[in-house]
Every structure is written in structure tokens, then in C-alpha cells.
Nanobody, 119 residues
Framework: QVRLVESGGALVEAGGSLRLSCAAS????????MGWFRQAPGKDREFVAR????????SYADSVKGGFTISRDYAKNMVYLEINSLKPEGTAVYYC????????????WGQGTQVTVSS
């Protein structure tokens, strides 16, 4: 199993930027894909971004394209989510997740980090 710990959430003003971090441990980092999800108050959790095991393929939800960037650092076993031009609708708990078996559901989740965007 993979253990994931997110950090970097904060209260920021609209238009600001933030970098979320996710530390992974427990399994060889370069063998699985990673994703970011978010859950806004009163809404279901939604997909935000994904990065493949090799780091060469990324994908994003349409709602965040152009404003979010996912990356991973193999030396540090870290995954990052850069968020630019934050909007109030970006207020949510952000989770990172590991997809240890290709083409299946994400099977390991962090505890989440809160991002609050003030207008």
C-alpha cells in the first residue's frame, strides 16, 4: 500500500497562486500513477489532474486546464499541484491519490488539505 500526506493548503485571495504537495511512501514511487482530486462544500469529490507513472503523460479536468499544473519529483517521492489565478470556486479540500493498478480506481488516498479562496 501507499501512504500519502498532503500539505500546502491555505487561505488565499482570489487571483493568487498556491502549490500543493503530496509525499508518498510505502511502495516504489515510479511504479504508479498519481492524481489530485477536490471536494467543495456540499459537492461530490471531483477529479482535478493525473500524472502517469513515468511523468510523461498528464491530464486535467476541463474546469482547471490552463490554470493547474501537476508534476512529480522522483528523487523526493513527491507530487505537486501548482494552482494559478485562484478563484473562489476553487475552495475545497484537495486530495492526492495513487493508482497502483493501471486502468483501475485510485486505491490509496491522503487525508486532504484545505484550500480556501477569498473574494
Amino acid at each position: 500500500q501507499v501512504r500519502l500526506v498532503e500539505s500546502g493548503g491555505a487561505l488565499v485571495e482570489a487571483g493568487g497562486s498556491l502549490r500543493l504537495s503530496c509525499a508518498a511512501s510505502g511502495r516504489t514511487f515510479r511504479t504508479y500513477a498519481m492524481g489530485w482530486f477536490r471536494q467543495a462544500p456540499g459537492k461530490d469529490r471531483e477529479f482535478v489532474a493525473r500524472i502517469g507513472w513515468s511523468g510523461g503523460r498528464t491530464s486535467y479536468a476541463d474546469s482547471v486546464k490552463g490554470g493547474f499544473t501537476i508534476s512529480r519529483d522522483y528523487a523526493k517521492n513527491m507530487v505537486y499541484l501548482e494552482i494559478n489565478s485562484l478563484k473562489p470556486e476553487g475552495t475545497a479540500v484537495y486530495y492526492c491519490a495513487a493508482q497502483t493498478v493501471p486502468s483501475t480506481q485510485y486505491d490509496s488516498w491522503g487525508q486532504g488539505t484545505q484550500v480556501t479562496v477569498s473574494s
